[in-house]
């Protein structure tokens, strides 16, 4: 248990569905980041954001939209995916931007895109 | 290519052996960091090593830094069947922001 809580664990929808995927850590974190992990890729940075503001995008296509509303929770909202958009979706909590200090993730949230 | 390179990609090592695993990375660093993560869950933080850092031991895990070489080795001593994961370097650049990550190590202890 690293502190940070994905919802849901799992995800299966099709690519006309609206979802959203939920993180949340209690460890009085100030940086929240969006992970993708694909099969045989290195884990993909998509967004991060530090205390609530987004510093930066990774060119992730527009339908991912994130949502920041506080420093403990960050959201990932889905809308008309691809099947090649099915991956584990990680969140990461850090004290600091991620470069200096270590990374809590949370365990993932598996999406299939039917 | 990836800022991170881990080397070997799969490693299968018996129960009590020793596990080393490299990682190699092309710019300058902040600190390199080593997760592990076992199969479909979230990584987990091992270590982290600072640029002005040499070598850092936790438990079973010994990390070296080259900073004149741009690499770095994970050894695991003594492993166990529970240490079967993947393990990834990371590497934080001077300017803060993120971390990079490499392809990362399957290691497979068998018990």
């Known amino acids: 248990e690293t502190g940070v809580t994905q919802t849901p664990r799992h995800l299966v929808m099709g690519m006309t569905n609206k979802k959203s995927l939920k993180c949340e850590q209690h460890?009085?974190?100030?940086?929240m980041y969006w992970y993708k992990q694909s099969a045989k890729k290195p884990l993909e940075l998509m967004f991060v954001y530090n205390f609530k503001e987004q510093t930066e995008n990774n060119s992730v296509p527009s339908r991912f939209s994130p949502e920041c509303p506080n420093s403990s929770h960050l959201f990932l909202h889905l809308h008309t995916l691809q099947p090649e958009d099915s991956a584990l979706y990680l969140c990461a909590s850090s004290q600091f931007l991620q470069g200096n200090t270590e990374a809590f993730f949370g365990q993932g949230t598996r999406l299939t895109v039917v | 290519s990836q800022q991170g390179e881990e080397d070997p990609q799969a490693l299968s090592i018996q129960e009590g052996e020793n596990a080393t695993m490299n990682c190699s990375y092309k710019?300058?660093?902040?600190?390199l960091q080593w997760y592990r993560q076992n199969s479909g869950r979230g990584l987990v933080h091992l270590i982290l090593?600072?640029?002005?850092?040499r070598e850092k031991h936790s438990g079973r895990l010994r990390v070296t830094l080259d900073t004149s070489k741009k690499s770095s080795s994970l050894l695991i001593t003594a492993s166990r069947a529970a240490d079967t994961a993947s393990y990834f370097c990371?590497?934080?650049?001077?300017?803060?922001?993120?971390?990079?990550f490499g392809e990362g190590t399957q290691l497979t202890v068998n018990p």
């Open positions: 460890l009085g974190h100030n940086a």
């Open positions: 710019t300058s660093i902040n600190n």
């Open positions: 990371a590497t934080g650049q001077t300017s803060g922001s993120r971390l990079t």
């Open positions: 090593i600072r640029s002005n850092e």
